[in-house]
C-alpha cells in the first residue's frame, strides 16, 4: 500500500497501522504536519520491504514497536537517533548514507527521535527467522550466521558501498511503484542486499560478531581497521604477525573475510565517511588516510558512495541547520 499525505501526530500512527507494520506513537514538538510524503510496504512471506520518503520533516519521537527477527536499514538521506527502550545502550546513531543492522529473538520496543531536516529517505529489510530456514538451501553457512544474530539481541553500524546504495534506491521504487511483477522483482533485490552484506557479515569484522577466542584472520582483521592508511601494505601486515603475505591472504580468504585490498578500503572509506560528517575538510581527509591528494580521495569516495564528500557535507550541514 502506498500513503501519499500530510503526516500529523494522529495520522501517522494510523497510516503506519493501515501498511500492517507496527505500533507507532509519536510525540510531535511542533504543532502542525510533522512531514509530506509516503511510506511503501511491500509484504514477501518471511521478508518485508519498507520504504520511505518525507520531506519537510519537524522534529519528532515515536516509540515503535519492532516483531522478532532481523532487520537491515539502508539509510540515504536524514539523521535519527534509536535505542532500545528495554536495553537503551543498544542504541544507535544513524546519518546520511549510512546502513545498520538491528535483531531480536522477541518483541522489542525501539524510541526513535529525528531533528528537523528537509529530507529523510530510507529503506528496511525485515527477515522473519523462518527466512533463514529457506536461505539454507542456497547458503547453508551464511543462513546459519544470520540465523544466530537473529536469536539474539544485536545492533550494529555495517559499511555501505555504491551498489548497496543504488539496492536501495530501486527498492523505494519497486514499493512505491509496485509494477507488475514487483514482488519477484523485489525478492530478489533482497537477496541482492544480503549478498552485498555477506563478506561483511561472515567476517565478523565489528567485536559484537565475533566469538573468542579471535583466529588470526580475525586479528588480521582488526589490525587493518585500526591501522587503516593508504598506504598500508600487504607486507607490512604481514611482518607485525610474523607470517608470510601469502599466509595472510590464505587465511582471509578461508574464513570469507574478503581480500586485503577490499578491507583495507571499507576501513577507509567507513573513516573518511566519518570525518566527513564531522566536518573535517577533503584535503585534511586525504591528509589523515594518507591519500596522495584530495582529488584521489575525492574519487576513491565517490566510486565507493555514489556521492562526493562535498555532496555528504552539505546533506549533513543541512540537517543540522
Request: with cysteine; glycine share 4%; aromatic share 6%.
Amino acid at each position: 500500500m502506498k500513503l501519499r499525505q500530510n503526516f500529523t501526530t494522529n495520522n501517522l500512527n494510523a497510516a503506519i497501522s493501515q501498511t500492517g507494520d507496527r505500533d507507532v506513537e509519536v510525540r510531535s514538538k511542533r504543532a502542525g504536519a510533522l512531514a509530506t510524503g509516503e511510506i511503501s510496504v511491500l509484504a514477501l512471506g518471511h521478508v518485508r520491504v519498507l520504504a520511505g520518503r518525507l520531506y519537510g520533516q519537524h522534529p519528532f519521537e515515536a516509540t515503535v514497536k519492532a516483531e522478532p527477527g532481523l532487520a537491515v536499514e539502508v539509510r540515504m538521506k536524514g539523521q535519527s537517533r534509536s535505542f532500545d527502550v528495554d536495553e537503551p545502550s543498544r542504541s544507535i546513531e544513524v546519518s546520511p548514507i549510512s546502513c545498520f543492522l538491528t535483531a531480536s529473538p522477541e518483541p522489542s520496543t525501539w524510541h526513535v527521535s529525528a531533528p528537523s531536516q528537509s529530507e529523510f529517505e530510507t529503506v528496511t529489510f525485515e527477515f522473519a527467522a523462518e527466512f533463514f530456514d529457506d536461505l539454507q538451501r542456497l547458503d547453508p553457512s551464511y543462513a546459519s550466521r544470520l540465523k544466530s544474530l537473529s536469536s539474539r539481541k544485536v545492533a550494529l553500524a555495517l559499511t555501505p558501498n555504491r551498489l548497496l546504495l543504488n539496492l536501495a534506491e530501486r527498492a523505494i521504487t519497486i514499493a512505491g511503484e509496485k509494477p507488475d511483477g514487483c514482488e519477484l522483482r523485489a525478492y530478489a533485490l533482497v537477496i541482492e542486499v544480503l549478498a552485498q552484506l555477506r563478506t561483511e557479515l561472515m567476517g565478523g569484522s565489528e567485536g559484537n560478531l565475533r566469538s573468542p577466542p579471535a583466529d588470526l584472520a580475525d586479528k588480521i582483521v582488526e589490525f587493518i581497521d585500526a591501522q587503516a592508511h593508504a598506504r598500508l601494505s600487504l607486507s607490512e601486515v604481514a611482518a607485525h604477525f610474523h607470517v608470510s603475505p601469502s599466509l595472510v591472504k590464505s587465511r582471509l580468504s578461508q574464513f570469507s573475510r574478503g581480500s586485503f585490498s577490499e578491507l583495507l578500503q571499507a576501513s577507509l572509506m567507513r573513516r573518511a565517511l566519518q570525518m566527513v560528517n564531522d566536518h573535517l575538510s577533503v584535503r585534511a581527509i586525504a591528509e589523515l588516510l594518507g591519500y596522495s591528494s584530495p582529488e584521489a580521495l575525492t574519487k576513491r569516495f565517490t566510486k565507493h558512495y555514489g556521492r562526493p564528500p562535498t555532496d555528504i557535507h552539505k546533506m549533513t550541514h543541512r540537517t543540522e541547520n
